[in-house]
């Protein structure tokens, strides 16, 4: 996970909005998802104290957020509450500054070098990708190539990938995966497998070290299903 951290570090400077105004207000649905352990934290939302979980093994239903752009969240709820007068604030577990002009942010937690959690935010375009999609992102410190059914990857390390065809927008299939990389010269398949496809989830891929000199490469593989509406969502005024 040493190299997943640095890959990480390199790539803070491309959460998109990271110098937007603090105090702007933003409308997105949050996508929490942790590569390191599940963990809760929560954040302040119109003065409720709201609880916000990640998982390792799967995505939650996406939950509404309606508020300053740079999100801070806790370690407890108490953490969280509004500060009476006078009363020092505690310090936030993490914070993160929201993409702006995405319905959907992907909220990606891993561990830190000082036991916290590094959080970074990663906007998802609806009209860029869509259900029967999938996103990559390659956090191994090694180029990583294969295949998706019948298309190939090609992926530097910190690199991201959209990979999708019309059919798998359409039906579902058994869909044959291949991951690998270039060992002593040679191209050399680390991870084999066959996923069920599924029209309507639009899917998020990382790949991860392992530091396993046998299986070193390790996807973890997550969806949301962009139909549904999210948990709390609030219409604006005047939509229908």
């Known amino acids: 996970?040493?190299?997943?951290?640095?890959?990480?570090?390199?790539?803070?400077?491309?959460?998109?909005?990271?110098?937007?105004?603090?105090?702007?207000?933003?409308?997105?649905?949050?996508?929490?998802?942790?590569?390191?352990?599940?963990?809760?934290?929560?954040?302040?939302?119109?003065?409720?104290v709201v609880k916000l979980e990640a998982f390792v093994s799967a995505m939650g239903t996406p939950v509404f957020y309606r508020g300053p752009q740079t999100l801070a969240l806790y370690a407890k709820p108490e953490d969280a509450r509004p500060r009476k007068e006078g009363e020092a604030a505690v310090p936030p577990l993490a914070t993160v500054t929201l993409p702006s002009g995405s319905r959907r942010t992907l909220l990606l937690f891993m561990p830190g070098k000082d036991g916290k959690p590094q959080l970074r935010a990663y906007g998802v375009d609806d009209s860029s990708l869509r259900g029967g999609d999938y996103r990559v992102y390659n956090f191994a410190p090694v180029a990583v190539s294969g295949r998706m059914g019948e298309r190939k990857i090609q992926l530097k390390p910190g690199q991201t990938a959209d990979i999708s065809t019309p059919a798998w927008r359409d039906a579902g299939v058994d869909l044959e995966v291949e991951l690998?990389?270039?060992?002593?010269?040679?191209?050399?398949?680390?991870?084999?497998?066959?996923?069920?496809?599924?029209?309507?989830?639009?899917?998020?891929?990382?790949?991860?070290?392992?530091?396993?000199?046998?299986?070193?490469?390790?996807?973890?593989?997550?969806?949301?299903?962009?139909?549904?509406?999210?948990?709390?969502?609030?219409?604006?005024?005047?939509?229908?």
């Not at 390790?218 to 139909?227: L, N, Q, S, T, Y």
């Open 180 to 240: 690998g990389y270039n060992r002593g010269g040679k191209e050399e398949i680390v991870y084999s497998t066959i996923w069920s496809h599924f029209p309507e989830r639009r899917n998020y891929i990382f790949i991860l070290p392992t530091g396993s000199a046998t299986s070193p490469l390790e996807p973890r593989k997550f969806h949301d299903v962009p139909a549904v509406k999210s948990l709390g969502y609030v219409a604006e005024t005047g939509s229908q």
């Open 1 to 48: 996970m040493r190299f997943v951290t640095i890959i990480f570090s390199l790539l803070a400077g491309l959460s998109a909005g990271a110098q937007e105004d603090a105090a702007k207000t933003v409308r997105v649905d949050l996508m929490p998802v942790s590569l390191g352990d599940s963990l809760a934290t929560w954040y302040l939302n119109h003065g409720e």
